[in-house]
């Protein structure tokens, strides 16, 4: 079974969408699916059963207005359709993103089968006019892709609704969460845990704060910064990239690392005392899941955390506001740290990459199925 992947960047972007897709690709590949992927720019290389076919673009939107929205060549699209037709199914990761769209068109032009994974909902950006874009593309571009799709399947419930409320699907939606690689993302012990520290130069006295993301306004930065000039006895470590560099903050308890590889990225879920993650706009993020099976107790915003409702339990949250995370953080202190690490991580075990990639595996296997059948010989 041959199966076209299309994002808009690949993972060396570290956007939370393009790790996944990487992820799950990985592992259908290792069950025999042959995965052709599309995305911008990245390095045109290729693993057992993964093929990468990376195109030009241009990022003017991210570098100027902090969204993530590459715009890819005329011939570029063109190309896009030989792929869609070589295929079994086409799997589009999220449904307003330029070569998504226009591979969905390509694969209605061809019969092809298209699942949709979509992780992101409704970002309410403090600029009326890009919520008004927003909103607008979510009602026309992505509305279209997901009621034309022949599945849609969410990462949360909340981005589920959401679209639930604009678009009648032809098949019920999947709700199936992004899985964890536990493997890779698992705790150490509390003396490895300080080597950890000690060689990533953090004070053992000291609270470790850790954001991992884009420094961009949705992720909750202005926030962040806040926090980090009225909680000085804490030290503010950001993994990422983007416009909102908080290196230039000109706060002394503040350490910016920049983009990270993900095997870097672990030991500082493993070390840090809590991941802060006041993001708005999108699912339950991939970050929060790998940070929880490090051990590593988090705070996020409520909307975050409808993501995952079930993981209420072992998550906190505060409303977007510093008085509010002032108060969560002191709690979170004052709790018994031991005790957090190991819910949280206990808690994490149940996101399994290997349930999911079988789950897209029956899906896509039923879709080639069902669509052979629906069309006339």
């Given at each position: 079974?041959?199966?076209?992947?299309?994002?808009?960047?690949?993972?060396?972007?570290?956007?939370?969408?393009?790790?996944?897709?990487?992820?799950?690709?990985?592992?259908?590949?290792a069950?025999?699916?042959?995965?052709?992927?599309?995305?911008?720019?990245?390095?045109?290389?290729?693993?057992?059963?993964?093929?990468?076919?990376?195109?030009?673009?241009?990022?003017?939107?991210?570098?100027?207005?902090?969204f993530?929205?590459?715009?890819?060549?005329?011939?570029?699209?063109?190309?896009?359709?030989?792929?869609?037709r070589?295929?079994?199914?086409?799997?589009?990761?999220?449904?307003?993103?330029?070569?998504?769209?226009?591979?969905?068109?390509?694969?209605?032009?061809?019969?092809?089968?298209?699942?949709?994974?979509?992780?992101?909902?409704?970002?309410?950006?403090?600029?009326?006019?890009?919520?008004?874009?927003?909103?607008?593309?979510?009602?026309?571009?992505?509305?279209?892709?997901?009621?034309?799709?022949?599945?849609?399947?969410?990462?949360?419930?909340?981005?589920?609704?959401?679209?639930?409320?604009?678009?009648?699907?032809?098949?019920?939606?999947?709700?199936?969460?992004?899985?964890?690689?536990?493997?890779?993302?698992?705790?150490?012990?509390?003396?490895?845990?300080?080597?950890?520290?000690?060689?990533?130069?953090?004070?053992?006295?000291?609270?470790?704060?850790?954001?991992?993301?884009?420094?961009?306004?949705?992720?909750?930065?202005?926030?962040?910064?806040?926090?980090?000039?009225?909680?000085?006895?804490?030290?503010?470590?950001?993994?990422?990239?983007?416009?909102?560099?908080?290196?230039?903050?000109?706060?002394?308890?503040?350490?910016?690392?920049?983009?990270l590889?993900?095997?870097?990225?672990?030991?500082?879920?493993?070390?840090?005392?809590?991941?802060v993650?006041?993001?708005?706009?999108?699912?339950?993020?991939?970050?929060?899941?790998?940070?929880?099976?490090?051990?590593?107790?988090?705070?996020?915003?409520?909307?975050?955390?409808?993501?995952?409702?079930?993981?209420?339990?072992?998550?906190?949250?505060?409303?977007l506001?510093?008085?509010?995370?002032?108060?969560?953080?002191?709690?979170?202190?004052?709790?018994?740290?031991?005790?957090?690490?190991?819910?949280?991580?206990?808690f994490?075990?149940?996101?399994?990459?290997?349930?999911?990639?079988?789950?897209?595996?029956?899906?896509?296997?039923?879709?080639?199925?069902?669509?052979a059948?629906?069309?006339?010989?």
């Open positions: 079974m041959r199966v076209l992947l299309v994002t808009h960047y690949y993972a060396e972007h570290q956007g939370g969408v393009e790790i996944v897709a990487a992820e799950l690709a990985r592992r259908l590949a069950r025999g699916v042959e995965i052709i992927w599309v995305a911008s720019d990245g390095p045109a290389a290729s693993s057992t059963g993964v093929t990468r076919l990376p195109v030009s673009a241009w990022n003017l939107t991210e570098q100027r207005l902090g993530p929205y590459p715009l890819w060549s005329p011939l570029a699209l063109l190309r896009l359709s030989q792929q869609v070589a295929a079994d199914v086409i799997h589009l990761h999220d449904s307003l993103y330029l070569g998504n769209v226009v591979a969905y068109l390509w694969a209605r032009w061809y019969h092809r089968p298209v699942v949709v994974t979509q992780h992101v909902g409704p970002v309410p950006y403090s600029s009326p006019l890009l919520r008004g874009l927003l909103g607008l593309a979510n009602r026309t571009l992505a509305k279209s892709v997901l009621v034309g799709c022949d599945q849609a399947v969410f990462i949360s419930p909340r981005v589920q609704a959401y679209f639930a409320r604009l678009a009648r699907f032809r098949r019920p939606p999947i709700y199936l969460a992004n899985g964890v690689d536990t493997e890779r993302f698992c705790p150490v012990s509390d003396a490895e845990r300080q080597a950890i520290r000690i060689r990533l130069g953090w004070p053992t006295d000291r609270k470790v704060r850790l954001f991992v993301g884009r420094f961009v306004e949705k992720k909750g930065l202005p926030l962040l910064r806040k926090l980090a000039s009225e909680r000085p006895q804490d030290v503010w470590v950001f993994i990422g990239w983007g416009g909102d560099d908080p290196a230039r903050w000109g706060l002394a308890n503040v350490q910016s690392a920049g983009a590889p993900q095997q870097t990225i672990v030991d500082y879920y493993r070390a840090a005392d809590l991941l993650l006041p993001s708005v706009g999108e699912g339950f993020p991939l970050v929060v899941q790998e940070a929880m099976a490090c051990g590593l107790p988090t705070l996020i915003s409520p909307e975050t955390l409808e993501g995952a409702p079930d993981a209420a339990e072992v998550v906190a949250s505060a409303d506001d510093v008085a509010s995370w002032q108060r969560a953080i002191a709690l979170l202190d004052g709790a018994d740290v031991i005790r957090q690490r190991e819910k949280v991580a206990d994490a075990r149940r996101w399994s990459w290997d349930a999911v990639a079988d789950r897209f595996v029956e899906l896509f296997e039923a879709m080639v199925v069902g669509h059948s629906s069309v006339p010989g």
